[in-house]
């Protein structure tokens, strides 16, 4: 096979991991699963993105986080549904929370956000790479003080989920995807 066709089959072997062991990334896999973050197409080379690395005892404060955000949306949330947020913070021996951090100037904020999304894409990828196992998660209630504290959002900034890291115990199967059909795009063409 070609290295662009091995390139190919590369980008189309990604797939989010079941369940993530430890031990924890080390310095060296964060700083390189991160440096892919850096080769997103990005307006202006704004940056629009910055994260929080999660693990140990920090998981804790994450996910008392996480909960305290779901009660100040819901307060008569249940007590399950509770632990059920804090658990989420455990599904993991490393977290990255993305945050969408969009600059003022002429760039638009949605631009600005979907290269913060893509930097989310590029540490599935960064991960995938070096051996990683990644799956980028989220839960129903981001917006609040108790994460806005954790993390120190600005009114502007936005976390957009979190990326679990760690280690798969067992080779996952490929992931069966629903071709994207050519004939469904809208074609402009010989107009
Ligand atoms: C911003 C964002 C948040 C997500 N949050 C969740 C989530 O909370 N729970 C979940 O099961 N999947 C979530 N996903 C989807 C998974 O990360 C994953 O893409 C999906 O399970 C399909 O698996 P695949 O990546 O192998 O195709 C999220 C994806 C994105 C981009």
Known sequence: MSSAGSNLEFLLSRRSASALGG???????????????????????????????????????????????????????HPAKLDGMRQKAFRSPTIIVLIAAPKPGKVETWEQNATAACAGYA???????????????????????????????????????????????????????PPIDLAACTMLIDR
């Open 23 to 77: 031990p924890a990334l080390t310095r060296e896999e964060l700083d390189r699963v991160l440096a892919v973050t850096a080769s997103v197409p990005d307006h202006g080379a704004l940056r629009p993105f910055r994260f929080a690395i999660i693990e140990g005892e920090g998981r804790k404060a994450f996910g008392e986080a996480l909960a305290q955000t779901a009660l100040e949306r819901k307060p008569d949330l």
């Open 123 to 177: 540490i599935t990828l960064g991960a995938h790479a070096l051996g990683i196992g990644a799956v980028w998660k989220s839960v129903p209630f981001t917006r609040g003080d108790a994460l806005a504290k954790l993390f120190g959002l600005a009114p502007t900034e936005e976390m957009l989920g979190f990326i679990h890291l760690g280690r798969t115990s067992t080779d996952e199967l490929p992931a069966i995807r």
